[in-house]
Each structure stands twice: as C-alpha cells, then as structure tokens.
C-alpha cells in the first residue's frame, strides 16, 4: 500500500519568513497527525483531526502555527512568521480510526530557520 | 503529568548480547503502551504494543503497571538491530501519542 506522503523533504528559510508543509495520508485513513520533533528529542504532537475536524491542537502555537484538512484527506500546515526555535523536522502521521491504534508516518519535512 | 521517560539517550553494546532498553511512563489512567523503531533513512515505524503482547523481530515489552515501566527486552542482539527506538504512551482512546525522548541502540560487531 502507498505510505503517508509528505512534500517538501526539506525547507529552508530565514527568520519571520512564512512556510507551508503538505501531508497525504493513506487512503481510507480517517486520523491525521502533525508532529514536531526537535533535534534530540521525541516526536511532540502539535494538531490531530479526525476527518475535517481538529481533536486536538492543545500544543499548537496557535499565534503563528496554522493547520487545515479540508474534505477530510490531505492536510497542510503552515508557520507564519516562523521563528528560530521553529527549526525542526514535522512529521505528518496517519491511522484508520485513531483508536490507539497503529500510526503510519510519513518522511518528514525538514525545516531549517535561519 | 503524562510522561515518557527513556534514561539513556545512547545503548551500545555488542551482537550476540542482551539489550534492554528502559521506558518509564507517567499517567493516572489506563494507559497503552507502544515501541516505535527508526532504521536509518527509514521513517518511524511501529514496533509492538502492550496490548498485543506479542514478539517482534525478536523483542518483547511487558507493561509494570507497579513500577510504571515497559522496558524493552532483546535476549541476543543483532547488527540490524542498530536504530532509534521510541517508547509512547497513549492517553484515552484518542490515539494521541506522548514520545520518550528516544534511545539510540548501537549493536557493534
């Protein structure tokens, strides 16, 4: 089966500058992730919907950090204007039904801010 | 506070020996309990999970629900088993994940 696609692999861009992040996730699945992982440190999850709706985005920054899933399939998440500490890899998951189940990742998006 | 605790951020050690690597959680609910493994240059991927009490590629994890840990148990290690495993925690039935900061294991030759 085709993984959870996610463009660009890597981004870099200069402080306050705005960047944009693309997730497809599995056919079918009806759980989307976004997560952010800091070099060194686990994957944090920023926003989580099921279909078109957000569950969760208790950890987005939601001053600068953007995140929609129109028609319930792909998603995209945007930094505007991103910050220094924003430099990170985001990592964009999927699952059927998001019971506790298995998450299927992507690649991730690199980002370097500079 | 819901926590994951990996104490050791590097396991080196060499093929043919036991591995373990340590997980302690914090959570006042039920909690599901997962290993996530990252091959090199490949993308996070599932391990195992308590609930399925099963073994993959040789490693098992019981949940201590006494001592709030899910450690990871190898009993001869392989070169191939060289990657960066996570230990998670799921909360509710969400599906959110709360990540360990990670272990790098080193099997050498």
């Known amino acids: 089966e085709a993984g959870v696609a996610q463009s660009p692999r890597y981004k870099i861009i200069e402080k306050r500058q705005s960047v944009a992040f693309w997730c497809n996730p599995i056919?079918?699945?009806?759980?989307l992730y976004w997560y952010q992982q800091i070099l060194g440190q686990g994957p944090k999850l920023l926003i989580q919907?099921?279909?078109?709706?957000?569950?969760?985005d208790s950890q987005l920054p939601k001053d600068r950090f953007s995140a929609e899933r129109l028609k319930g399939v792909d998603s995209t998440l945007k930094i505007q204007p991103a910050k220094l500490e924003d430099s990170a890899v985001y990592l964009c998951?999927?699952?059927?039904?998001?019971?506790?189940?298995?998450?299927?990742f992507g690649s991730g998006t690199q980002l370097s801010v500079l | 506070a819901q926590r994951v605790t990996q104490p050791e951020k590097l396991l080196s050690v060499f093929k043919g020996a036991p591995v373990e690597l340590k997980c302690n959680y914090s959570?006042?609910?039920?909690?599901?309990l997962f290993w996530y493994v990252q091959y090199s240059r490949q993308r996070l991927q599932l391990l195992l999970r308590?609930?399925s009490r099963e073994s993959i590629k040789g490693f098992t994890a019981d949940l201590n629900k006494g001592e709030t840990s899910f450690h990871l148990k190898k009993p001869f290690a392989q070169e191939e088993d060289s990657a960066m495993y996570y230990c998670?925690?799921?909360?509710?039935?969400?599906?959110?994940?709360?990540f360990g900061q990670g272990t790098t294991l080193q099997v050498k030759p």
């Open positions: 998951a999927s699952s059927l039904t998001g019971d506790n189940e298995k998450l299927f």
């Open positions: 056919s079918g699945h009806a759980t």
């Open positions: 919907f099921q279909n078109n709706g957000v569950v969760d």
């Open positions: 959570y006042s609910g039920s909690p599901e």
């Open positions: 308590h609930i």
């Open positions: 998670a925690l799921g909360t509710g039935n969400t599906g959110k994940l709360i």
